[in-house]
């Protein structure tokens, strides 16, 4: 697609209930990169992909929270035992390759954990 | 740790003004820095860049200012439109995976 797409737009969970958030990026972009945005703040790193290896996963703030992206495209940001402090937008932004600047982001996942 | 912040959390203009928003950078290994602008429900959107061996850059309707010295960065805009209302992020790229870290962010909001 033109842009990077990411879904749901919009989800809705209970504490403790696993979430999945899905990031489709620009076709041919090697890199990836998750971001949390919580409201009010600047997006924070979370974890990086290089081709289907996650190649830096140090933003990640526990291990409830997991990415994979099994074909170098499609990845998928998976949350555990959902907390009321995981609510925020989560970010991804694709580009050519690491060290190319030309990042773009997605609209991003609002997640709400009730 | 390192960090990049913003002075101003929000700035009003009149439309037709310039705008000047203001970040300070600490790290001062970093070499690279970006501006996004984003508006409510959107990612952030890329608006000029600037490497850290150039002191000004230009684009449409847009500067960025380096100032390594004090570690401090601008984003002029001119004749601000009511299209600029968003919040800008300043950005500072690096680490061993090149990712972003941002600042909170300043709110534009263009007056009529």
């Known amino acids: 697609g033109a842009g990077v797409s990411q879904t749901p737009s919009n989800k809705v969970t209970e504490k403790g209930k696993y979430v999945e958030l899905r990031c489709d990026p620009i076709?041919?972009?090697?890199?990836l990169y998750w971001y949390r945005q919580s409201l009010g703040q600047g997006p924070e790193f979370l974890i990086y992909?290089?081709?289907?290896?996650?190649?830096?996963d140090s933003g990640l703030p526990n291990d409830r929270f997991f990415a994979v992206r099994p074909e170098g495209s499609v990845s998928t940001l998976k949350i555990q035992r959902t907390e009321r402090g995981d609510s925020a937008v989560y970010l991804c932004?694709?580009?050519?390759?690491?060290?190319?600047?030309?990042?773009?982001f997605g609209s991003g996942t609002r997640l709400t954990v009730v | 740790g390192e960090s990049v912040g913003l002075h101003l959390p929000t700035l009003s203009v009149q439309e037709g003004d310039n705008s000047i928003i203001n970040c300070a950078y600490s790290?001062?290994?970093?070499?690279?820095f970006i501006w996004y602008k984003q508006e409510s429900g959107k990612g952030p959107q890329f608006i000029i860049d600037?490497?850290?061996?150039?002191d000004k850059r230009q684009g449409q309707r847009v500067t960025v200012l380096l100032n390594k010295t004090v570690k401090h960065l601008s984003l002029q805009i001119a004749a601000t439109q009511p299209g600029d209302s968003a919040v800008y992020f300043c950005?500072?790229?690096?680490?061993?995976?090149?990712?972003?870290?941002f600042g909170s962010g300043t709110q534009l909001t263009v007056l009529p």
């Open positions: 932004a694709s580009s050519l390759d690491k060290g190319n600047y030309g990042y773009t």
């Open positions: 076709s041919g972009h090697t890199a």
């Open positions: 992909f290089q081709g289907t290896g996650a190649a830096d």
């Open positions: 790290n001062s290994a970093s070499d690279y």
């Open positions: 600037i490497r850290s061996n150039m």
């Open positions: 950005a500072e790229n690096s680490g061993s995976a090149r990712q972003l870290t």
